[in-house]
């Protein structure tokens, strides 16, 4: 039952969450509060969050294909990256934007939903804290609209 509600939990967040996307006009938000980047682990912490969700991805049946053909440890390095952007840490982000590193993919909404509910067991996973993760979820969403190809 309680697997039941924390997925209820998720898909009416990510639901809210997206509904806030489409209200902004941005695809990454940036932080100037670090209090979010220190409550991740701060670099270390990161890394270590990026390392498990990247493991998580391609270990998952319905993930897995999305990254085939994806240089792995590049990725975590570039993941990492934007997740301490975001969450207001001192790192830079150089990789590619969203919109076109997604374009030859055919990614769905709940492609992405279930992309939100493996990095949701990663931070389980990691111990950090259901404020934090919100937080963190609060600003990756508005990424959905370059990340979803297929309406």
């Not at 967040?13 to 409550?39: E, G, H, R």
């Not at 912490?45 to 440890?73: C, H, W, Y």
């Not at 150089?94 to 279930?114: L, P, R, T």
């Amino acid at each position: 039952m309680k697997h039941f509600f924390r997925l209820a939990y998720t898909i009416v967040f990510t639901s809210f969450c997206l509904s806030i996307a489409f209200a902004q006009n941005a695809s990454v938000q940036t932080n100037k509060d670090d209090s979010l980047y220190m409550a991740l682990g701060q670099k270390a912490g990161i890394a270590q969050l990026s390392d498990d969700f990247v493991t998580r991805l391609v270990a998952n049946p319905r993930m897995r294909p999305f990254f085939e053909k994806t240089n792995l440890p590049h990725f975590k390095l570039q993941l990492a990256d934007q997740f301490c952007v975001v969450s207001g840490g001192p790192c830079v982000y150089k990789g590619a934007d969203m919109k076109s590193s997604h374009a030859n993919f055919d990614i769905v909404a709940a492609d992405f939903n279930a992309l939100v509910e493996v990095l949701q067991q990663s931070m389980d996973a990691k111990g950090i804290p259901f404020r934090a993760q919100n937080r963190l979820l609060a600003l990756l969403a508005p990424m959905h609209r370059e990340v979803i190809t297929v309406k």
